[in-house]
T-cell receptor
């Protein structure tokens, strides 16, 4: 069975400071990895995804993530955060099971950008 | 292309009632998934429909059911509502492009409150 662990439920960071949101997963098969952002009272929006190829993935809004197979991690980073980045971030893992995709989400990390 | 739409956006029901939520996927998307999001349990997968057939199901009681129509629109039904069913219900659609990972596109959700 696959699982996703987001180690930090809340991350406070000052504006213009760098941030890293951690995500670890476990799976016995190859996976595809995603980061989503959810703003208050809205649905989820895709930030970036890793399917294959380069382990460093760049997404929207200046975010990037690095896939580390040996550490089974997919941490999200941004070199300089803005107030508008205040939101909840979800890591997700997709694997193929029986020919169909199965998606598992982490519990989310609330990023609080402090002015 | 228009995004995923969900109706209604907000709903208030009382215990014991039933409710039907609707989701219209992005044009051309044939897969629709439903999720329940609560502060305590996070994002939990309910079920996925593809070509009018349920192909994946999460660990929810039989009170939760769904269906998909030939135009890929989907409905989710919850019967005999309980207080714990209060949640944000998210619908997500994805294109099918052979065997591989499909990005899910989320709607804004329906906020269900059970009194």
């Amino acid at each position: 069975a696959q699982s996703v662990t987001q180690l930090d439920s809340q991350v406070p960071v000052f504006e213009e400071a760098p941030v890293e949101l951690r995500c670890n997963y476990s799976s016995s098969v190859s996976v595809y990895l995603f980061w989503y952002v959810q703003y208050p009272n809205q649905g989820l929006q895709l930030l970036l995804k890793y399917l294959s190829g380069s382990t460093l993935v760049k997404g929207i809004n200046g975010f990037e993530a690095e896939f580390n197979k040996s550490q089974t991690s997919f941490h999200l980073r941004k070199p300089s955060v803005h107030i508008s980045d205040t939101a909840e971030y979800f890591c997700a893992v997709t694997m193929l099971s029986g020919g169909y995709q199965k998606v598992t989400f982490g519990t989310g990390t609330k990023l609080q950008v402090i002015p | 292309k228009a995004g995923v739409t969900q109706t209604p956006r907000y709903l208030i029901k009382t215990r014991g009632q039933q409710v039907t939520l609707s989701c219209s996927p992005i044009s051309g998307h044939r897969s629709v998934s439903w999720y329940q999001q609560t502060p305590g349990q996070g994002l939990q997968f309910l079920f996925e429909y593809f070509s009018e057939t349920q192909r994946n199901k999460g660990n929810f009681p039989g009170r939760f059911s769904g269906r998909q129509f030939s135009n890929s629109r989907s409905e989710m039904n919850v019967s005999t509502l309980e207080l714990g069913d209060s949640a944000l219900y998210l619908c997500a659609s994805s294109p099918i492009a052979g065997v591989g990972a499909d990005t899910q596109y989320f709607g804004p959700g329906t906020r269900l409150t059970v009194l």
